[in-house]
């Protein structure tokens, strides 16, 4: 299966997710993206089978009052893919930014 | 050490993954962030002004349409100056006819809205004001009344609107119908977790417009990797 589309939200997600596991909330305050724009981000990813998921234990959620949290994690194979892929974009970037960036002593006209 | 180029903080982190391979570094602990500098407060435009002022009446207008009889009263105004102004803009009515048909509605309003008799003394003051103006006056009263009929018609479907439209939360709830079953719980889960976290109001408002925003996106990939 052809791998997700790097766009700069994936970019964020996969960044966050190389660090650690995480949820839903703190991957939307980790990456700074809504959490309703990471959820089909993450859906991809998993279909790809990059990033698998788990629900919390009910018992202790409920424990703390709250609602059980479902837990993202890069699969192993996702963790290679998603470093390399990582790499080849920050490079890419870099490539860009280079080529962006204006030149010394060029000409004004 | 390597120095990290300044980047300004942003949302969506796009300028920190600028420089992926600095976020592997992180700045030693203690030191110190830069005081935020503090913003000096603008004034704001007079288009800004004059739209809040639009606002606040029409959220006052608005309150005038609770209970039936006042809701009749309400449509029952709007459907006046709408054909008062019509009236005086077309010039179909003459000078003395005018101001009598503003007393008359002073009165009426007067008598519907209650012991208010600030109200209806202003109002014969008014008219009494209108049968000394000239005729050529009649065009920009009508149209006064006008602006008053539709500032007083959009106050009442706003009202209206907000009291049947649903909420942020009931219409995620609503959208995630069109999500395949299994999916459906799993993103109705996440969404409950997500909101249950957020801390205040604003960011309850941001991750509810968040998911609506994404609920086309989401519902065409979840179709999508369940076949």
């Not at chain 1, 424990?63 to 490079?91: C, I, M, Q, V």
Request: charged fraction near 20%.
């Amino acid at each position: 299966m052809t791998g997700p589309r790097m766009t700069l939200q994936t970019q964020a997600v996969l960044a966050v997710l190389v660090e650690r596991e995480t949820w839903g909330f703190d991957l939307s305050k980790a990456s700074g993206l809504p959490a309703g724009t990471i959820y089909p981000i993450l859906q991809r990813l998993t279909a790809a089978g990059w990033v698998t998921s788990r629900w919390e234990n009910a018992e202790a959620a409920q424990e703390d009052g709250r609602p059980p949290r479902r837990y993202y994690a890069l699969t192993t194979e996702g963790r290679a893919r998603a470093t390399n892929a990582l790499t080849e974009a920050a490079k890419h970037r870099t490539r860009l930014t280079g080529l962006l960036s204006p030149r010394p002593g060029g000409d004004p006209a | 050490m390597t120095d990290r180029p300044e980047t300004p903080s942003n949302r969506t982190g796009r300028h920190e993954l600028l420089s992926y391979a600095s976020m592997r570094e992180r700045p030693p602990l203690g030191v110190a962030s830069p005081p935020p500098v503090p913003k000096r407060p603008t004034a704001p435009s007079s288009r800004t002004q004059a739209v809040r002022a639009v606002v606040g009446v029409g959220s006052v207008v608005a309150r005038l349409g609770r209970g039936r009889r006042s809701w009749v009263a309400l449509w029952g105004f709007f459907l006046g100056a709408v054909c008062v102004g019509a009236l005086g803009v077309a010039g179909a009515l003459n000078g003395w006819v005018w101001p009598l048909i503003f007393l008359a509605g002073a009165v009426v309003v007067g008598v519907l809205v209650g012991r208010r008799p600030w109200l209806v003394v202003g109002m014969v003051v008014a008219t009494g004001v209108l049968l000394s103006a000239p005729d050529g006056a009649v065009r920009y009263v009508g149209t006064l009344w006008l602006f008053v009929a539709a500032h007083v018609g959009a106050a009442a479907v706003l009202g209206f609107a907000r009291r049947w439209v649903l909420g942020g939360t009931a219409l995620l709830w609503v959208l995630g119908g069109l999500l395949p079953r299994t999916e459906r719980e799993f993103w109705r889960a996440e969404v409950r977790a997500v909101l249950h976290a957020c801390g205040d109001d604003r960011e309850v408002r941001r991750q509810v417009v968040g998911f609506l925003a994404a609920v086309p996106a989401t519902v065409v990939t979840g179709w999508r990797v369940r076949s």
